[in-house]
């Protein structure tokens, strides 16, 4: 009669695998993050962000880009707004 090696050595574990240590991979050197350029040092945002730095909808700033009052451009077909005209337009209706 064949015995399991199994139950005859504790779970198929060798006595040099179970004190040996475990290879330790070096670790890769953590990735660094771009810093990011604080909003009003950008030259340009998208539509989204004009919206979530200034609490405007869509629809009105689309409705001042069409007056003129916030000057945009495009490349391809994606619209950014100057961020620059966006700080005027928020500078000139400041409330005092």
């Known amino acids: 009669?064949?015995?399991?090696?199994r139950e005859n050595d504790g779970g198929g574990k060798?006595?040099?695998t179970a004190s040996a240590p475990e290879a330790v991979e070096p670790k890769a050197p953590e990735a660094?993050?771009?810093?990011?350029?604080?909003f009003a040092q950008r030259l340009t945002c998208t539509?989204?962000?004009a919206c979530e730095?200034?609490?405007l909808g869509?629809?009105?700033?689309?409705?001042?880009?069409g007056t003129g009052r916030l000057v945009t451009t495009t490349v391809g077909r994606r619209r950014l707004v100057i961020v620059h005209s966006l700080l005027s337009?928020?500078?000139t209706n400041k409330s005092t």
């Open 53 to 55: 730095a200034t609490g």
């Open 47 to 49: 539509i989204g962000e």
């Open 32 to 38: 660094v993050e771009p810093k990011s350029v604080p």
């Open 58 to 65: 869509r629809t009105k700033l689309y409705e001042l880009i």
């Open 89 to 91: 337009l928020l500078e």
């Open 1 to 5: 009669m064949r015995s399991n090696r």
């Open 14 to 16: 060798s006595p040099l």
